[in-house]
């Protein structure tokens, strides 16, 4: 398969805590992008990083890619109960073809 | 700023009935459109994209079809639904740079063919 694997399948942990998502994939990158979804609803772009880039902040997100390892990850720190959702990675590796994760389930107990 | 219109948001069908879904995209001139298909619990699939009207490119071969009349609407059709084209259909945009570039998806349409 061309898609990225996630790890955890599902993660449930308390308010405050953090959340940390794990990707990997198999083949060559030119960015590694994650997304957010929430039950029922379209995809929300996150954060793109690059493959010259090792680390990204937004927020209460980081990202950091390790292309070496070709592995992926995404932290939520201080999660709120707003942050429960699907998170997938996806891999833009050229061309038009962005290739998803079957993606992490995250819940977050108030 | 730039917005994504798709609908319907739910839609049941019967088998061998055609199929339409629309999106269309507001702010932006010239997006790469996408339509996605996302089974339960699954990562998303692409369908088809195009870079241009009447440009349409399929990455699965299947009974679905895509246009682009014009610049802002992509269209997804079927002449006959099976059951397997059960599914929720995501419709995105991205900027010039393809894969290279950030999508941007409408709320889906959750089709049920029974």
Redesign the interface.
């Known amino acids: 398969s061309q ?1 990225g694997e996630e790890d955890p399948q599902a993660l449930s942990i308390q308010e405050g805590e953090n959340a940390t998502m794990n990707c990997s994939y198999k083949t060559s990158i ?2 590694l ?1 994650w ?1 957010r979804q929430n039950s ?6 996150l954060i ?1 990083i690059r493959s010259n880039e090792r680390e990204k902040h937004s927020g209460r997100l980081r990202v950091t890619l390790d292309t070496s390892k070709k592995s992926s990850s995404l932290l939520i720190t201080a999660s709120r109960a707003a942050d429960t959702a699907s998170y ?1 990675c ?1 891999r ?12 992490t389930r995250l819940f977050v107990k108030a | 700023s730039q917005t994504i219109h ?1 609908w319907p948001a739910t839609l049941v069908q019967p088998v061998g009935s055609p199929l339409s879904l629309e999106c269309t995209v507001e702010g932006t001139s010239n997006p ?1 459109l ?1 339509w ?1 298909r996302q089974a339960a ?4 699939q ?1 369908l088809f ?1 195009s ?1 241009g009207i009447g440009q349409i ?1 399929s ?1 699965v071969p299947q009974n679905l079809s895509a246009s682009r009349p014009q610049d802002r609407q992509f269209i997804l059709s079927s002449k006959k639904l099976l059951l397997s084209d059960s599914g929720f259909y ?1 419709c ?1 945009w991205s900027g010039p740079g ?3 570039s ?7 349409t ?1 089709l049920t063919v029974t």
Do not use: C, M, W
């Open positions: 898609q030119n960015n992008q997304y029922g609803r379209g995809l929300v772009h793109l997938f996806a833009g590796a050229g061309g038009f073809k962005t290739i998803f994760g079957a993606g | 798709q790469n996408y996605y619990g699954r990562g998303l692409l994209y870079v490119s990455e995501l995105a393809g894969s290279d950030p999508l941007h998806f409408g709320n889906g959750r």
